[in-house]
C-alpha cells in the first residue's frame, strides 16, 4: 500500500480526497502536525477555500518548512485546487497575501470577458512530459471549480486548460513538487489515473 | 474550452429518492449514493441532490447523506432545498457538497449568498431562480418552490445574486417544469447574457434536442429530473444529440466514466 499523508488544515471535509486515493490504490493518513508532514512518504495538500484563510492556517502549522524538509528527502508532494495555488510566491484574493513561495509566480483572478469561475469538465492539454501524465500525452479530463489561477512560469506548466482563450495553469511540476488546480478527486477515470501515477512515484528517503 | 454540463437532479426526503430511474442493476434504488454512482457511470458531469424533507428533523438526514455521498461518488455535486443560514450552507460543504444552492432565503436576505461565498468561494454559492413569464415578456421571480410571486425581475435578480457572491445560477422555467416541452430558452438566454457566471437551465427537458437548444440559448449546463427518472432519455443519447449539433462535450462514454 502506498501511503500519503494528506494535510488537514481544517478547511472542510476531506473524505472526498481520501477515498479517491483509496480508489486509486493508496493508504491515507491525515496530518495536523508539521513533523508528520516532514517525515511522510509522500504529502498530499488538498483545500478549498480563499487564499488568505489558506495560507492563515498554512502558517499556523509551520507548513513551508515541513514541505521543504519532506522535499528535501525526495517526497513526492501534490497540491490540488487551493493546495496548488498556495505553493507559488504570493496570491490577490482578499488584498495581496504571500504565499509559500516553494515555486515562483502569483495567483492572480481570472480575467474579465471569460466565464468566471471557470466551473465544469475540459479535457486538459499535456505541454511537457509529466510524471503524473500517461505516455504520449494522452489527454485528460478534468473537473475545475476556480476564480484564480497560478502565473506560472513556462517551464514549470506541464498542463494546460485553455478557458476560451485565457490559459489555466492545469498541472504544475518541478522535479518531484507538484500542484493541479482541478480536483482529481472529483474527475472520475482522469482525475483516478492521476492520483494513481502520483501514488506511485517513488517515497521520500526515511527521515 | 469548458464542456457544456447534463445534470440528473435526485429528488430526496428524509434520506431516500423520491422518483428515482429505474437502474436495473441498483440492489436499492431509493438509495440516493448508488443512484448518483449510477448516473456517474452513465456519463453524467455533475449531480444535484434537492431536500425535499417536510419537518427539520428530518433534514439532519441530509447531512449524513451528502457526507456519505462525498466519499463515493467521483464527479462533483450540489445540494439544495430547505438551505436557510449561512451555517446550514457550512454544514452541507463541510459534509462535502461541491455546491450549495440558496433560493427563497437568499432573496429574502441577499447577505446569505455573500456569508456563504466567503466560506469556500464563489464557486460553491449556487443561487437557484425560479421564474415565470409576465404578460409583457419579462420575467418575474417566484419563492417558496415557485408558489409566491416575489415581484422582483429575473434578470435584476440574477445580477444582484451575482454581485452579492453567487457564483452559479440555476435557473427554472416554472411554466415548462414538468411539461417536457423544452427548456424556456429566451429567459435562459436573458440571463446568461446578464452576468459572467454559468447558467444552469432547468424545466421543461423532453428531448436530446432541448438540451442542445439550451446550450444554444447560452446556457453553460442542463439540468432535468423526470426525462432521466423514467428512463425516456439516457445521459449517453442527451451528450450524443449535443456533441452532433457541434457542442463541446465531455464524451465519448468509455472516455470518461
Known sequence: MNRVTVVDLGLGNLGSVQKAIVRAGGEPVLATHAEEIARAERVIVPGVAAFGLGMERASALGLRDALRAALARGAPVLGICLGMQILFEEGEEDGIRKGLALLPGRVTRIPDGVQVPHIGWQKLAWTSDSALGQPGRKPLWAYFANSYRCEAPGELTQAIADHSGVPIAAVVGRETLFGVQFHPEKSAKGGEDLLARFLRLPAGARA | MLTRRIIPCLDVKDGRVVKGVRFVELRDAGDPVEQARAYGRAGADEVCFLDISASLEKRGTLVALVERVARELAIPFAVGGGVRTVADAEALLRAGADKVSLNTAALADPALLTGVARLTGSQSALVAIDAKRRPDGSYEVYSHGGTRPTGRDAVAWAREAVDRGAGEILLTSIDRDGTGAGFELE?????????????????????????????????????????????SLSVASVKEACAGRGFPMRWPLEDVA
Do not use: K, Q, W
Open chain 2, 187 to 231: 429567459l435562459t438566454s436573458a440571463i446568461a447574457r446578464a452576468v459572467p457566471v454559468p447558467v444552469i437551465a432547468s424545466g421543461g427537458a423532453g428531448t436530446p434536442g432541448h438540451f442542445a437548444d439550451a446550450f444554444g440559448a447560452g446556457a453553460s449546463a442542463a439540468l432535468a429530473a423526470t426525462v432521466f427518472h423514467f428512463g
